[in-house]
């Protein structure tokens, strides 16, 4: 898919991101929105998948760790027909697969069950092993949310991959600095980022993770490392595409109120 | 005869490695220990070594069970269920991936190395989560009869298996069923049910009270999840009394899935031998299994209160 395309996706995954979590009077708009041009490049462009065969053996697969991303993974599921847009407005409700936090085998191209942040990379260095010894070339995309990162377990997988040498992983770090508290670095710093990475054995890419353009040459340079894992450390905005939900630490687990609801439909979908 | 667990624990894993490519194993700096590198052994490719970092090898392993793999893995009792308690809930139970945690060194009896090694609350934490099956085996035959029916069994279970060599009771080369429990010796007076190395200790507390002219029923429960609730049923129907016996704190364990099941069942007097809510200490293991209760003559004093308060209610 093209560039303006994906955009285009990228900005109805938010729109989507903003009425289902309306729609459920809860949710995690803020790092759902700045994962959402990164998810958008990875579901179109990226990732070898098919919607009509979930469990294709040589399918890429794509974990969030960041499982309380779940609406903007939902969105980017139905949007790439593994199930009805018209679900997405049952996010949270009783008796619905889409549940506040991702699980496996509840929805089509769910690959695991995540929302205790610290786990998904170790789950996906799990998957990416099996790769290695069923001798096949997906390729495992995990997503990392920055606060995350404070989690020792993430650290023990990270040791694990390079000493495996997991070159079929691909960790994506969506940094956009806050969680829920306020700022990563005044509530436990992680920087310095790329060099905690490379002192793992990591491959590392730091890219900007709102312009299309920058995001796929980002999961192409992927391809020039031939041994090790790679993460790409995606600068991002919590609450991207929605001015007053921008960097504001507030949106990380709050949904709009009507008025806010009517303010953010109106610039997105003026992005569209 | 003697045997210890974790030797056939690691044999009939060397079966596996023959036999089933689809089964890998995991383990946390401890194979030698737990046994596992018997399978590393036949089996390199398909063992991983994790290091000491138990979250993650949780994660990993269901990583790799959604991926087909039928995974095992291994370390000590404390570790493998405490360390990563809510890795496993999340990772392996909730989505019923198929993960075999198989701890070793579980129980007082690890010994000398002391209450941090000592696992004494795993049966507990592991059979509170959903989905979970728990496995306790009487002996060394059981525990690799009981390995077997693990990799055929799609799902979560856990299984604790000892350190030291444990009594022989049962026959080798039986198939082992899980949510089965089995009647070792019929009795009609009280009902002894005992799990893990506890199983030998209740048949010898029998063979004391048979001199005493008491005919205790001894039942091996080797699953205590799901708890074999008809086998419980029919023989305390019986007895009307019971005494259960667990080398595991009797908060949580065999004592106290038999107490709930029975609870709802039938008013019987029922005395639980289990660690005491108490941590545990270094030490020869059969002087902490003295220390701690863990006794033939403990059993067969809690039979012999058990039958009275069947006999004349409350009153001493």
Known sequence: ?272 | MKLAQRNYYGKALTELAKTRRDVVVLDADIAKSTKTSEFQKIAPDRFIEVGIAEQNMIGVASGLAISGKTVFVSTFAVFATGRCWEQIRLAVAYPKNNVKIVSTHAGISVGEDGASHQGLEDISIMRSIPNMVVISPADAYEAYSATLALAEYKGPCYMRLGRGVFPIVTEEGVKFNIGKAKVLREGKDITLIGTGQLVSTCLDAADVLKARGINAEVINVSTIKPLDTKCIKDSVSKTRCVVTAEEHSIIGGLGSAVAEFLLGELFVPLIRIGTNDTFGESGRAEDLMKKYGLTIENIVKAAEISIFKKNYGEAK
Not at chain 1, 95 to 106: A, E, F, I, R, T
Not at chain 1, 114 to 127: F, H, K, P, V
Not at chain 1, 146 to 175: C, F, H, K, P, T
Not at chain 1, 238 to 251: L, R, T, W
């Open chain 1, 1 to 272: 898919m093209d560039v303006e395309k994906i955009q285009r996706i990228a900005n109805i995954l938010r729109l989507h991101v903003i009425e289902m979590t309306v729609a459920a009077s809860s949710g995690h708009p803020g790092g759902s929105l700045s994962a959402a041009d990164i998810v958008a490049v990875l579901y179109f462009r990226v990732m070898r998948h098919d919607c009509k065969n979930p469990v294709w053996a040589d399918r890429d697969r794509f974990i969030l760790s960041k499982g309380h991303a779940a609406p903007v993974l939902y969105a980017a599921l139905a949007e790439a027909g593994y199930f009805p847009v018209d679900d997405l407005k049952t996010l949270r409700q009783l008796g619905s697969n889409l549940q506040g936090h991702p699980v496996y085998k509840k929805i089509p191209g769910v690959e695991a069950s995540t929302g205790s942040l610290g786990q998904g990379l170790s789950i996906a260095c799990g998957i990416a092993l099996a790769g290695k010894i069923d001798t096949k070339n997906y390729k495992v995309y995990c997503m990392l949310g920055d606060g995350e990162l404070q989690s020792g377990q993430n650290w023990e997988a990270a040791m694990l991959a390079s000493n495996y040498n997991l070159n079929n992983l691909v960790a994506i770090v969506d940094r956009n600095r806050l969680q829920i508290c306020g700022d990563t670095e005044e509530i436990m710093a992680i920087d310095p980022l790329p060099e905690k990475w490379l002192s793992f054995g990591w491959n590392v890419i730091e890219s900007d993770g709102h312009n299309i353009n920058k995001i796929i040459a980002a999961f192409e340079n992927v391809k020039t490392f031939r041994t090790g894992p790679t993460v790409i450390i995606f600068n991002t905005v919590k609450g991207k595409g929605v001015s007053f939900m921008e960097n504001n630490a507030e949106f990380h687990g709050k949904v709009c109120n009507k008025d806010e609801y009517a303010r953010a439909l109106t610039e997105l979908k003026r992005l569209i």
